[in-house]
């Protein structure tokens, strides 16, 4: 396993070892031990989530504000441009965000510490999610903010418009959501 720092230092990109031959591939999806030692965290994930979803779907940007996740992101199917957007006020990283491209291919994974905000964008005809999440799922503190929102300005690298749940078609903007300390 390597880990790829990005521009903001707390989310990383998890390279897998990927053990080829001629029956195919195998690679340790995830290895608590190996996990822990090399971003030097100690995290307990609760709760697998797996979705499913069509060319030009955009999902986001979701965090929980109350009982908060860290997600641990990967594709079984397809690709996607998965988007981190720090939301904690005291960063130096406020408001700036990750783009990274996970797909089934090239089997990487990124990880969102808390206090991001999360979406992905489908690039393939589907594509399968799968993340691990440090906390489970509670209803009551699940918040989105805007995905276009100006001050943000993240490329999605869209050539249309993207497929979105009512949620996140009428999101707040970064200035108006309630965000981490």
Not at 7 to 30: A, C, L
Not at 61 to 67: A, E, F, K, S, T
Not at 125 to 152: F, H, N, S
């Amino acid at each position: 396993m390597k880990v790829i720092p990005t521009k903001i230092p707390d989310v990383w990109v998890i390279e897998p070892t990927v053990y080829s031959d001629h029956r195919g591939w195998f690679y340790e999806s995830f290895n608590h031990q190996k996990f822990s030692e090399l971003l030097s965290l100690d995290v307990l994930f609760v709760q697998d989530n797996h979705s499913l979803s069509h060319r030009n779907t955009l999902r986001g940007l979701h965090y929980q504000l109350i009982r908060p996740q860290g997600k641990l992101v990967r594709v079984l199917a397809g690709e996607i441009l998965d988007v981190a957007v720090d939301i904690r006020r005291s960063s130096s990283y406020f408001g700036q965000y990750v783009a990274y491209k996970l797909s089934a291919e090239n089997k990487h994974q990124l990880w969102i510490p808390v206090g991001f905000a999360h979406g992905f964008l489908t690039l393939t005809e589907t594509a399968e999610v799968m993340y691990k999440t440090t906390d489970y799922y509670y209803p009551q503190g699940d918040r989105t903010i805007l995905w276009c929102d100006q001050d943000l300005a993240i490329d999605w690298q869209l050539d249309s418009e993207p497929i979105l749940s009512e949620k996140d078609r009428f999101a707040k903007p970064l200035k108006d959501a309630e965000l981490f300390a």
